[in-house]
């Protein structure tokens, strides 16, 4: 249950992201990965921060390697901060004025496969190093790919919508888990930060590489790579992109470092807060609407930043309460509350839901509300 309010959370944090909202236009497609004799169409965004998406045959397509990894991580936060991180990077690169998205279609699922596992006599283009043999947290090569991340930005010409661009996410390990037999104890390698940029510009440039032999790619389209650092298992917050680069033709460009953070709120552990402003204000939010509402089993946060500046907080509200006219007056008094109390500047998801069903979801984007409640019936 737990997968499907986070699946339904994430789609509906998708379409609210991409604005896939309004007027769908037709059009064909030339490349990158589609069908030529398929009928496109895509999304009219009234957002201009957003992207038009690409539909096929009217159909969202979803990227044949999304989910893939190579070993277990529990933190489930990892997953929406790698998604929006690149998607954040790419938009520095590929205007939403004049690309539209689409998921990743040139890597397929047995490639990336191959590419996540350990470099072998059996798999040659595994990016992960090989083994050296031993088991010691501090002796053995640990994994530092864990998983990888395709989006495809495209652009109309002559009537048709060809790949134009394409952002790469690779996602690195701060902790190796790992067993010295199989169904046996879990074991903990940590990586550091030096040697997860050094493993994943090492990992970067072979992808670029790769890529570029693609013939839907070539040397011409510009490819964005971010290097994104999942964070432990026992955390509560997700990971954080580190660095990236741009090859606009051949090879990467240099290695830009990135200021990003991430921290729950309340703060746990005695932990000092980034901003103690925006722990405030949180506190004086949660406050207020469980003043209101006071049968509500936890409201947490996790804020992210980019050097000092808070851009987006996502917000998780557990109720204990399932009416429909109950969560509709609630979710209206949150996006009210959230409006009033929280920092103006930060984009906002706000999720709200029991233990087993999720009720409603609110977004804020570039100071523009939108929420939807998820009728049962």
């Known amino acids: 249950m737990k997968k499907f309010i986070k699946t339904t959370a994430l789609l509906m ?34 957002d201009s921060s957003s992207y038009d998406v690409l539909l096929n045959n009217g159909k969202y397509k979803t990227s044949p390697i999304s989910g893939l990894t190579a070993s277990n991580n529990t933190n489930q936060f990892n997953t929406r901060s790698f998604e929006s991180g690149l998607m954040k990077l790419s938009k520095d690169q590929f205007s939403t004025k004049d690309y539209v998205f689409q998921e990743g279609q040139i890597l397929t699922a047995g490639t990336v496969n191959k590419w996540l596992g350990r470099e072998s006599k059996k798999n040659p283009t595994g990016l992960n190093p090989k083994s050296n043999g031993s088991t010691k947290a501090d002796k053995r090569e640990p994994m530092y790919l864990q998983q990888m991340l395709e989006e495809d930005y495209l652009t109309k010409q002559d009537g ?20 010295k037999k199989q169904y046996g104890a879990t074991y903990q390698t940590k990586i550091s930060t030096e040697a997860q940029k050094q493993a994943g ?10 890529l570029r032999k693609d013939k839907q790619v070539g040397n011409d389209i510009p490819i964005v790579v971010g290097l994104y650092s999942v964070a432990p298992e026992d955390t509560i917050v997700g990971g954080n992109y580190i660095q990236y680069s ?27 807060a980034i901003s103690s402003s925006d722990e405030d204000a949180f506190s004086n939010f949660k406050s207020h609407i469980q003043d209101y509402f006071p049968n509500l089993s936890g409201v947490t ?19 204990q309460f399932d009416g429909l006219a109950q969560v509709t007056s609630f979710t209206q008094f949150v996006q009210d509350s959230a409006g009033k109390y929280l920092p103006s ?9 029991t233990v087993d069903q999720q ?9 523009k509300f939108s929420s939807h409640v998820f009728n049962a019936d």
């Open 246 to 272: 741009v090859s606009k033709s051949g090879k990467l460009g240099s290695w830009k470092d990135l200021g990003y953070k991430s921290q729950m709120l309340p703060t746990v552990n005695n932990e000092k």
């Open 160 to 179: 048709k919508y060809k790949l134009a661009g394409m952002s790469i996410g690779i996602a690195l390990n701060q902790v190796d888990y790992y067993q």
């Open 13 to 46: 944090a998708s379409v609210m992201l991409l604005s896939a909202c309004g007027n769908l236009q037709d059009s064909s497609l030339s490349s990158g990965g589609g069908d030529t004799n398929s009928s496109v169409q895509t999304t009219n965004s009234t």
């Open 201 to 210: 510009e090492r990992i970067a440039a072979e992808v670029v590489k790769r």
């Open 301 to 319: 946060a996790q804020a992210h930043y980019d050097g000092k500046n808070l851009t987006s907080l996502d917000i998780t509200i557990n109720t």
């Open 359 to 367: 009720q409603a979801f609110i977004t804020r984007t570039d100071g």
């Open 345 to 353: 500047g930060a984009d906002l998801d706000i999720s709200i839901q």
